[in-house]
């Protein structure tokens, strides 16, 4: 099994900045892709970011320019900083992490944005 922690969400003002963090630990033995998803109350569960694993990044097109993701493999963490926020992103943020065709998903962190 393969476990999910996420850190760094937050309550924050429109314009500043925020950094998620996602540990993975466990059955862990190669890493296809790591990313970040958000989900807002009444929506759908929307991709935000997600790295593969030879670098190869993906980002939805609303946060393009304002989020990057990055990973340290070593450490099999993934982040996600946030600039640039707008009341437009408040969600819960949750960390999923692809391995030999299985996802796994962290437990979430609460992102709040105001205005």
């Known amino acids: 099994q393969v476990q999910l922690v996420e850190s760094g969400g937050g309550l924050v003002q429109a314009g500043g900045s925020l950094r998620l963090s996602c540990a993975a630990s466990?059955?862990?033995?190669?890493?296809?892709?790591m990313g970040w998803y958000r989900q807002a109350p009444g929506k759908q569960r929307e991709l935000v970011a997600t790295?593969?694993?030879?670098?190869?990044?993906n980002y939805a097109n609303s946060v393009k320019g304002r989020f990057t993701i990055s990973r340290d493999n070593a450490k099999n963490t993934v982040y996600l900083q946030m600039n640039s926020l707008k009341p437009e992103d408040t969600a819960v943020y949750y960390c999923?992490?692809?391995?030999?065709?299985?996802?796994?998903w962290g437990q979430g962190t609460q992102v709040t944005v105001s205005s």
């Open positions: 790295m593969a694993s030879g670098g190869y990044t």
């Open positions: 466990g059955s862990i033995f190669r890493i296809d892709t």
């Open positions: 999923r992490l692809t391995q030999a065709a299985t996802a796994y």
